[in-house]
Nanobody
């Protein structure tokens, strides 16, 4: 089992920055890759960014490439999403997820944290 708890969401003006955190517990932190997803009102959940179990490889959605940075801290067993140059279109509930090695789908999900970007 992996427990995931997000924090760091809030209200920010367009052009501002936020850093989301996802504290993980349970299985060994290096045994799974992780990702961030978001869901805006009335829309499907969409992929934002992912990072490999080793931290050596990252992936980004085109909509956030160059503005968001995903990282993970093994000592703190925490996943981060640094979000810069935020836009109103980034408004959504952001959730972190963990995918065990060998899994096709993400196995564990956090509850999510709200990010609201005002224009």
């Amino acid at each position: 089992q992996v427990q995931l708890v997000e924090s760091g969401g809030g209200l920010v003006q367009a052009g501002g920055s936020l850093r989301l955190s996802c504290a993980a517990s349970g299985r060994a932190f290096s045994s799974y890759s992780m990702g961030w997803f978001r869901q805006a009102p009335g829309k499907d959940r969409e992929f934002v960014a992912a990072i490999s179990w080793s931290g050596g490889t990252t992936y980004y959605a085109d909509a956030v490439k160059g503005r968001f940075t995903i990282s993970r801290d093994y000592a703190k067993t925490t996943l981060y999403l640094q979000m810069n140059s935020l836009k109103p279109a980034d408004t959504a509930v952001y959730s972190c997820a963990a995918r065990l090695r060998g899994s096709i789908e993400y196995d564990y999900w956090g509850q999510g944290t709200q990010v609201t970007v005002s224009s």
